[in-house]
């Protein structure tokens, strides 16, 4: 049982650094707070006993969790914040299929340009003008891009929690410029795009979109034309099915 405590005083350390290096605290502040942490947990080495130890476990956790949360910012988001507001002509890599909404097409990318951070995108396109791309296929599109952390000018951690940094909004024609060379790694969105195409072949329209959700994850058509039914599942406390 000491061991699962100790497990749990640097989980809960580590969380709580990251935690407050994300929400609370400047990003000028992490590398001195994780210089004196560590100070602290290397001092809990000369404490002897069970309090001491704590004191190591907890100081470590917390100065690995800012010095850790201070690299990704340096690296990802503050790159990517350098950019926001600018109007690009990006290259950039197809990650997955279209996702069609009302009035607007959402398109998974890996971003190639040299002259921006190697990261996961978002591209908002209301032309229509990214329909047909698939996994896989290599594109040049201008964009206006925008941060992945704000939207409607309030905080929103729904992007970068899957690991996108950056939202692009379509501005200019996009360009498909060839396939990626290991685009067989893409299998497995070719493998749910397959399924959801004999969903379509094999169920009617009004379970289609059902089954769709439930076996490939795709609540796109669930939540755009079935509200009613989305809303009932909530409240009957089903949703998360």
Known sequence: MREIRYLATLSVSFA?????????????????????????GLAGLAI?????RRVMLIGLALACGFALYHTH???VLAPCENIVGEKLTVSARVTSYPDYRSGCILQNVRFC??????VS?????????????????????????????????????????KGLYLV???CGGIERTGR????????????????REKIDAVFPDNAAFFMKALLTGDKSEYYAEHEDLSCAMGIAGLAHV
Do not use: C, M
């Not at 340009?113 to 190697?118: G, K």
């Open 180 to 195: 990626w060379d290991k685009s067989f790694l893409d299998f497995p969105q070719y493998t749910v795009n397959r399924i």
């Open 168 to 170: 692009g909004t379509v």
């Open 113 to 118: 340009d040299e002259e921006l951070p190697n």
């Open 73 to 75: 910012y340096e690296r």
């Open 121 to 161: 995108g978002l591209i908002i396109d209301y032309d229509s003008e990214t329909s047909g791309l698939a996994p896989g296929d290599e594109i040049s599109v201008t964009l206006k891009l925008n941060p992945a952390n704000t939207r409607y000018n309030s905080e929103y951690d729904a992007n970068i929690s």
């Open 16 to 40: 709580l650094a990251v935690f407050t290096a994300h929400y609370i605290l400047p990003a000028s502040w992490l590398l001195p707070l994780a210089t004196v942490f560590a100070a602290a």
């Open 48 to 52: 002897r006993n069970d309090i001491g």
